[in-house]
């Protein structure tokens, strides 16, 4: 990743942050966006202790001046976008769709599946030279979460995007794939999971025994940005410990 340059969504956190770390650990430049500045500013802190090249940049992906601004933005930044890691998103559980308001769905969509198109639609023009994205989607894009239909919903949306996109920009050598991790520790879960035995569930479902930690989910995004795929578009690549299997 030696010289190219790149943003990450939702890089104030979690997997977001660790794809952002690890880019910038491999040479690039990275644009850490988020809608927590402050969050965005400690992940660019995390890089630039360690020598790597990284600038916050404050985003909305819900909505579209934002996420043109943003994208934007990183292009005046470092002179060009290669790669883009469209992470951001928002959680939706205990909920039965007949339990849900039209208002929650919306929202959810509006983050999940609509953000990701606005930010495809602002990066795919801007790639230079062709370029890679990677959309994190979820294991909820290839099969049914009980209890979050919104975000199941919108989940396969993303999965979807990411195959149309790939094969509608294939010839413009842009490769487009998505990374659907399992359940993953990262501060946020672990938010939710206080007091009860939701961590040892998952494991216990769980082939290899064990949650992912938001570094090897972020490794799956970062390796399909990387000229080590360079013949990978199009796919959803599961990143869950054979929970899928």
Known sequence: MKGKAGLVTGAGSGIGRAA????????????????????????????????????????????????????????????????AVNNAGMASHHRKLDEMTLDEFERVVRVNLTGTFL??????????????????????????????????AAKHGIVGLTKVAAVDY??????????????????GFDQVAVGTDLIAMQEASTPLGRMATAEEAAAAAVWLCSDAASYVTGIALSVDGGRRA
Do not use: W
């Open 20 to 83: 952002a770390i690890e880019f910038a650990r491999q040479g690039a430049a990275v644009a850490v966006l988020d809608i927590d500045e402050t969050a965005a500013a400690e992940t660019v802190e995390m890089i630039e202790k360690n020598g790597g090249a990284a600038v916050a940049v404050l985003v909305d992906i819900a909505d579209e001046r934002s996420v043109r601004s943003a994208v934007e933005r990183t292009v005046a930044a470092y002179g060009g976008l290669h790669f």
């Open 119 to 152: 930010c495809l639609k602002y990066e795919l023009p801007l790639l230079a030279g062709g370029g890679a994205i990677v959309n994190v989607a979820s294991n909820g894009g290839l099969y049914a979460i009980p209890s979050a239909p919104a975000y199941v």
């Open 170 to 187: 294939a010839a413009k050598g842009i490769r487009v794939n998505a990374v659907c991790p399992g359940p993953t520790r990262t501060p």
